[in-house]
Nanobody, 123 residues
Framework: QVQLVESGGGLVQAGGSLRLSCAAS????????VAWFRQAPGKERKFVAR????????YYPDSVKGRFTISRDNAKNTVYLQMNSLKPEDTAVYYC????????????????WGQGTQVTVSS
């Protein structure tokens, strides 16, 4: 497994932007697929974005499509989530995760998880 550490969360007003980072240690990120999930209080963890190890394939649910962008720098062992036009409903703890399944979008397909970073969007 690879160890993951998220950073970049914080408090932002609606309409603002944040960039989250997910840094890997212990093992290189390649060839893992990496995803971001989020979990709001009292709700289940939900898929937010996914990027394959090559960076050529990304996938987003409709809830964030056009607002969020996932990218990766394998040389720096880091994956990013750029979040624009944030809404109060984006408030959650955001987790990055790594999987050996190329097109994984379900949480059970991911074997390595970070500790999470809080994102709070005020109205």
């Amino acid at each position: 497994q690879v160890q993951l550490v998220e950073s970049g969360g914080g408090l932002v007003q609606a309409g603002g932007s944040l960039r989250l980072s997910c840094a890997a240690s212990g093992r290189t990120f390649s060839p893992y697929t990496v995803a971001w999930f989020r979990q709001a209080p009292g709700k289940e963890r939900k898929f937010v974005a996914r990027i394959t190890w090559s960076g050529t394939s990304t996938y987003y649910p409709d809830s964030v499509k056009g607002r969020f962008t996932i990218s990766r720098d394998n040389a720096k062992n880091t994956v990013y989530l750029q979040m624009n036009s944030l809404k109060p409903e984006d408030t959650a703890v955001y987790y990055c995760a790594a999987s050996e399944v190329v097109y994984a979008i379900n949480s059970y397909e991911y074997e390595s998880w970070g500790q999470g970073t809080q994102v709070t969007v005020s109205s």
